[in-house]
């Protein structure tokens, strides 16, 4: 069974730290999402990896196959960066469906 | 840029009755997906829909459950016999490939 752990389940910051939210997952996968959600409750896909680095403004995601561990970076945080921060992987066996973890709330006090 | 709608935003309904959630994934977008949140939980798989049948389910997904793609541009769930449980936000997905695209998703509230 695949499960996907994040840690930490919450974090509260003061605006401008650096933020590091973890992914570790049990199965060997094909790509994992970084994903974020809102209070209204709306998705929003942040990056999609399958192995390496992506950056995109403030945002930093990197991925360790071996380790089967991936982190989400963010940059000189914001408070309209609070939300909530999931990860989620596709296994290498079945189809593309998404397999989720449980979220990191964070919240950027200003 | 393409996105994934749904509709409506908000469904209340009482248990028992039947209700139909809609979602129009990205035109070339061939892999569709609904996954639901019970609040305060994770988000769950529910069902892959590709090549107009179900391509996995998961054990939700019994035989309360269904999914069709009527036409070209919609995807719909169907629960027959709705019960409180079943009050949850659902989302659908589309894919090309990996990368899956999120709609905005419906609250469902069951009474």
């Known amino acids: 069974k695949n499960e996907v752990e994040q840690s930490p389940q919450n974090l509260t910051a003061q605006e401008g730290e650096f933020i590091t939210i973890n992914c570790s997952y049990s199965?060997?996968?094909?790509?994992l999402h970084w994903l974020q959600q809102h209070p209204g409750g709306g998705i929003v896909s942040l990056f999609m990896?399958?192995?390496g680095k992506k950056k995109h403004g403030r945002l930093i995601a990197t991925i360790n196959i071996q380790e089967k561990h991936s982190s989400l970076h963010i940059t000189a945080s914001h408070p309209r960066d609070s939300a909530v921060y999931i990860c989620?992987?596709?296994?290498?066996?079945?189809?593309?469906?998404?397999?989720f973890g449980t979220g990191t709330r964070l919240t950027i006090i200003p | 840029e393409p996105e994934v709608t749904q509709t409506p935003s908000h469904q209340v309904t009482q248990m028992g009755q039947e209700v139909i959630l809609r979602c129009v994934p990205i035109?070339?977008?061939?892999?569709f997906y609904w996954y639901r949140q019970i609040l305060g939980q994770k988000v769950e798989f529910l069902v892959s829909f590709y090549n107009n049948e179900i391509s996995e389910k998961s054990e939700i997904f019994d035989d309360q459950f269904s999914v069709e793609r009527p036409d070209g541009s919609n995807f719909t769930l169907k629960i027959r016999s709705t019960k409180l449980e079943d009050s949850a936000m659902y989302f659908c997905a589309s894919s090309a490939m990996y990368e899956q695209y999120f709609g905005p998703g419906t609250r469902l509230t069951v009474t």
């Open positions: 035109s070339n977008h061939l892999y």
């Open positions: 199965v060997g996968i094909s790509a």
């Open positions: 989620a992987v596709i296994s290498n066996f079945g189809n593309e469906k998404l397999t």
């Open positions: 990896l399958s192995s």
